[in-house]
């Protein structure tokens, strides 16, 4: 639900966004226009694109946080710790999302006041998501784990999103953000959000629905051996840009796009082996391999 009231409310921004520079090739005389050479405003539209562009960064993460909550109670078998308040805190995330688009744009020049809130909303929205943290570690504590190949996923998830997470409590703070604006600063944070987050999630739900879906076990030894080339596509990728980035060294990234075809290898493997009954799906192979080499 929350996943979905998000994208219906600002699909239309995102729609308005898309046809506006194509208006703009059609229609000369425009109120708003993309080009400030032509005395259009471009600062509006990128208002317009963040508006919906840093919620849809919620939109892709939300499922993932459904998938590792439902992974983490089975495989810890307890029930999640503090459901209430993992819920009120999905649609905290999910109404200030709607707050927070403009710290994208603390240097594009827009109006020097609006970095004040929406510094102060990009903090404040580390709160609802350190509670799901903290819950998801509480859920863990004292339970009997099993660590299978979901529970792995489930667990690099906790680790590569706590890390993202922490980068991006550090760019709310706008004196930060000024400094390292255009460096891979940036791009270690979204790297370790999106793909230690959404990737981790989604593969980690893939091997926990899979065999309930199909009624046939993937390969365990595989799915460990997939896990283990997801770390070794990021971390070389990732872990140095936020110290290289600001010096302004290039990015290091063959090693982590040939480990993340290794991990597509070995998940296509392990869903091959299952495939003998004939329930395998080339549609899913293919969604995996897109998830694994974002």
């Known amino acids: 639900m929350a996943p979905g009231g998000s994208l219906t409310l600002t ?3 995102e729609l308005d966004g898309d046809e506006l520079p194509e208006a703009e090739r059609r229609i000369v005389d425009l109120t708003l226009d993309v080009q400030a050479a032509a005395g259009g405003d471009v600062i509006s539209y990128q208002h317009i694109f963040w508006f919906y562009s840093h919620p849809a960064v919620y939109i892709m993460m939300l499922p ?3 998938i590792v909550s439902e992974v983490l109670s089975v495989k810890a078998r307890k029930p999640i710790f503090g459901y209430r308040m993992m819920a009120f ?3 905290a995330i999910v109404l200030l999302g709607f707050t927070v688009w403009a710290h994208h744009m603390f240097v594009s020049g827009m109006q020097t006041w609006i970095r004040i809130p929406m510094m102060v909303t990009t903090a404040i929205i580390a709160v609802p998501t350190g509670i799901k943290i903290f819950s998801w570690l509480a859920t863990l504590w004292r339970g009997v784990l ?3 190949t979901p529970m792995l996923f489930a667990l690099g998830f906790l680790c590569m999103f706590t890390l993202g997470g922490i980068s991006g409590v550090m760019l709310a703070m706008v004196p930060l953000t000024i400094h390292v604006s255009d460096t891979y600063f940036i791009v270690a944070h979204i790297h370790y959000v999106l793909f230690g987050g959404l990737v981790f999630g989604a593969i980690g739900g893939i091997y926990y629905w899979y065999p309930k879906v199909t009624g046939r076990l993937m390969n365990e030894r595989l799915g460990k051996i997939h896990f283990s080339t997801l770390p070794l596509r990021l971390h070389p990728t990732s872990r140095l840009q936020p110290f290289l980035g600001p010096w302004g060294l290039p990015r290091v990234g063959w090693r982590g796009q040939l480990t993340g075809l290794a991990g597509v290898g070995l998940l296509i493997a392990a869903l091959q082996e299952s495939r003998r009954s004939g329930l395998a799906s080339l549609g899913l192979t293919l969604m995996i391999a897109l ?3 974002l």
């Open 146 to 148: 099993h660590l299978d």
């Open 11 to 13: 699909e239309p921004v």
């Open 89 to 91: 805190s999905l649609l």
């Open 291 to 293: 998830f694994t080499t």
């Open 64 to 66: 993932g946080f459904g």
